[in-house]
C-alpha cells in the first residue's frame, strides 16, 4: 500500500516500488481519502489496494485485497477495467449496488494509473452517484407528458366545438349556446391549469425563503371560509371554523390562503353531500419534528374516504384518486401538490389522514415562531 511515499507490500506480496517512484504516488492515499465519492485503487493484480472510507460504507470492508472481478460481477463496468489494464485507456461504465429494496445507480471513472515503467498500470475507480439526477429527469419528462396530455384535452374538445359551431351548428342557435357554454368550461379549465403551473413555478423558485411576516392564521382561515361559504352553500355543505381567537405565526399570507383554499374546496367537493367540513387550529406547546411551539391546522369532512393505497401518493403532480370525477369538478390534479410546496416552504409538515367510509382528515403543522436558523 502507498502511504507518505513509502513502501509497503500488498496483501498478495506484491508491492508498489515502480508505482511509487511516480510522482503521484505519494499522494495517491491522501487524494483518495480526500474524495466525498466511493473511490478505491485495485493493484497492478487487480486486487482492492485502497479503498476510502465511503467506499466502505457501500460496499463494506471485506473488498479489502480482493479481486474486481469478485467485488463488482457487472460485465458493463468489469470490460472498462480489463480495457484500463490491458491498453491503458480510461473509460466509464454505469454500476449499479444493490441494498435490499433500494438499487442505486453509479457511474463509474475508471483510470488507469502508469508509471512508464511497469507494463501494467494500478486502476483507480471513482464512483458517482447518479440516481437522484435520473430520477429528476425521469420526473420532468413525466411532467412534460402530463401537461402536454392536461392541456391537449381541453383544446381536442375546443377544437371540435369550433368545428361544430362552423358547421352543423352553424345555423343552430340553441346547439349554438350549448357548445360556448362547454367551450368557456374547458378554456376555464386550462386557464387554471395554467395558473396552478406557474403557481408551482413560483413555490419552487421561492422554496429556500423562509417567511418571516407574521400573521394572523385565524383571521385568513376566516376570511377563507367566508369566500368559500356561498360555494359550500350549493353543495349542502356547512364549513365550521374552531380554534383560538388569534394565531399569529410567521407566514406568507398570500400562500397560506391558498393552502387553506384549496383544501377546504377539496373537502366540500369530495366530502359528503349534504355534510359538514371541520376547520380546527389547535396550539401545539411543542412539536418535536419542528423543534418548537406550532400550529396544527385541520380539514375534516366526512365523506367515503380515500383508499389507503392511495394516499402516499396524493401530493404527486397530476395524481388523481378518482380521474373522471376530478376532472367534472374542473379540478387539475395540482391542487395538494402546491400545498405540499407550501408548507414545505414553511418548514412546516403535512400529514393527509383517510379511511374509506370514514372521511378525510388534512393535517398542516406550521412553526408559530420564527426559528433562529
Same mark, same amino acid.
Not at 24 to 45: W, Y
Not at 152 to 170: H, Y
Not at 204 to 218: C, H, I, K, T, Y
Not at 353 to 362: D, Q
Given at each position: ?46 486486487? &482492492? ?18 479481486? @474486481? ?6 460485465? /458493463? ?5 480489463? /480495457? ?17 429494496? $433500494? ?6 471513472? #475508471? ?11 494500478? &486502476? ?10 435520473? !430520477?429528476? !429527469? ?19 374538445? $375546443? ?25 368557456? =368550461? ?27 411576516? $407574521? ?21 349542502? &355543505? ?16 398570500? =400562500?397560506?390562503? =391558498? &393552502? ?9 367537493? @369530495? ?5 359538514? #367540513? ?50 367534472? !369538478? ?12 407550501? $408548507? ?30
Amino acid at each position: 500500500m502507498v502511504s507518505n511515499g513509502q513502501n509497503r507490500p500488498n496483501q498478495d506480496g506484491t508491492d508498489m516500488r515502480h508505482f511509487t517512484h511516480a510522482p503521484i504516488a505519494p499522494f495517491v492515499d491522501q487524494m483518495i481519502e480526500a474524495l466525498s465519492e466511493p473511490a478505491l485503487l485495485l493493484d497492478r493484480n487487480g486486487r &482492492v489496494l485502497k479503498a476510502n472510507e465511503i467506499s466502505y460504507e457501500w460496499f463494506g470492508r471485506w473488498i479489502d485485497g480482493q479481486s @474486481y472481478v469478485s467485488v463488482f460481477r457487472q460485465p /458493463d463496468l468489469l470490460s472498462p477495467v480489463e /480495457d484500463a489494464y490491458l491498453h491503458q485507456r480510461s473509460g466509464r461504465a454505469r454500476f449499479t449496488h444493490s441494498s435490499g429494496a $433500494v438499487d442505486t445507480l453509479f457511474e463509474v471513472t #475508471v483510470s488507469p494509473l502508469v508509471d512508464g515503467v511497469s507494463p501494467r498500470p494500478v &486502476v483507480m475507480l471513482v464512483f458517482r452517484d447518479v440516481s437522484a439526477a435520473l !430520477e429528476e !429527469e425521469s420526473m420532468r419528462r413525466d411532467f412534460v407528458a402530463n401537461v402536454s396530455h392536461e392541456l391537449k384535452t381541453p383544446l381536442t374538445a $375546443v377544437m371540435g366545438f369550433i368545428e361544430t359551431l362552423q358547421g352543423p351548428a352553424r345555423q343552430d342557435p340553441k346547439a349554438q349556446s350549448r357548445f360556448l357554454g362547454l367551450m368557456a =368550461q374547458e378554456t376555464s379549465r386550462m386557464n387554471r391549469l395554467v395558473s396552478d403551473l406557474l403557481a408551482l413555478s413560483r413555490l419552487e423558485g421561492s422554496a429556500r425563503q423562509r417567511p418571516r411576516n $407574521v400573521v394572523d392564521l385565524m383571521a385568513l382561515l376566516g376570511e377563507t371560509v367566508d369566500a368559500l361559504g356561498p360555494l359550500a352553500e350549493q353543495d349542502g &355543505v356547512d364549513i365550521v371554523l374552531t380554534g383560538p381567537d388569534a394565531a399569529p405565526a410567521p407566514a406568507d399570507a398570500d =400562500q397560506l390562503v =391558498q &393552502v387553506a383554499t384549496n383544501l377546504i374546496e377539496n373537502a366540500v367537493k @369530495y366530502g359528503a353531500q349534504p355534510g359538514q #367540513v371541520h376547520v380546527t387550529v389547535e396550539r401545539l406547546g411543542r412539536e418535536p419534528v419542528l423543534k418548537g411551539p406550532a400550529w396544527l391546522l385541520t380539514v375534516r369532512d366526512d365523506g367515503g374516504g380515500i383508499p389507503a393505497e392511495h394516499l402516499p401518493r396524493l401530493t404527486e403532480r397530476f395524481y388523481r384518486v378518482d380521474t373522471g370525477r376530478s376532472r367534472s !369538478e374542473g379540478g387539475t390534479g395540482l391542487g395538494l401538490a402546491i400545498v405540499k410546496h407550501i $408548507v414545505n416552504r414553511h418548514r412546516g409538515r403535512l400529514r393527509i389522514e383517510s379511511k374509506e367510509g370514514r372521511g378525510t382528515a388534512v393535517h398542516v403543522t406550521l412553526p408559530a415562531t420564527i426559528p433562529d436558523a
